[in-house]
């Protein structure tokens, strides 16, 4: 199963990855996490000792000039490669605790063209290959835009959820994601409401999203606040909310698995099919 999550800032996108990470591992899935969030904080969140020491993949220079075929990833690039090999790269740079595997991404250089830069085609294609071509169950904590997510990766995503808060703010980006979202042929996107203190404020998010799909409501939990504040990250099973977490897993695990795929496109399928 592969899932992505994304949501406004704050809403509890990291939470809700860590979250279904330890809960699917729990489950005796092989769960892989990505933290394709710029603000990476995942793995701190999932108790990843010197979780601050953990390089991003992007900042990995000489490997990302090996592997495009570039001397000089701050020149003037006339030519690289459109299908690095990638394959190698989740075993070799991931990390590991409590049964969980993690990459980091870290924060692609913007503006002047940086969708074309090496370091972007080079993420995108790792994230390609560790949706399309992994059978692990992958959780990817993506920002509030979507823009890692190209038109061929979004296609192995199964679910992209959608993190609310009772909140119009949060509201509003929800509509927006789920637009740029299905213009890119993501069919399942549904939402999960987040620190929901109330009935009215669960009835307040039913409303302001008529017509979506809502797998879950979780509540605002102290635990889960204060968690933030210690170098421990969260436990899921310490948590209180355990039926509300659940239940988000259950509906995951019943809707979400799609009909067998066609045949995962190689990259340079990939490459000629939807860039
Ligand atoms: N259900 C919840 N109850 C209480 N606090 C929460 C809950 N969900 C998230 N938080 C807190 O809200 C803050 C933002 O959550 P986070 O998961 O980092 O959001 P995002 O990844 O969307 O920016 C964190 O301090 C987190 O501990
Ligand atoms: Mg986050």
Known sequence: MKIAISGKGGTGKTTLAALLAQLFRQAGHRVFAIDADPDANLAATLGFPQAAGITPIVEMKELIKERMGVDDLNGVIT???MNPQVDDLPEKYCVEHKGIR??????????GGGCACPENTFLRELLAHLLWEREDTVIVDLEAGIEHLGRGTAQAVDVLLVVVEPDLRSIETAGKIKRLATD???????AVGNKVGSEEEQEFIERQLAGWKIIGFLPYQREIAASAMTEGGLEVEQLAAQKEIKAVLKALESGASAPPRAKA??????QRRFR
Do not use: A, N
Not at 102 to 111: I, N, S
Not at 184 to 190: A, H, I, P
């Open 79 to 81: 030519y690289f490669k």
């Open 265 to 270: 496109p190689g990259s340079k399928t990939l």
């Open 102 to 111: 993690l990459m980091v991404m870290g924060e692609v250089r913007k503006g």
């Open 184 to 190: 890119l042929g993501l069919r399942k996107v549904w």
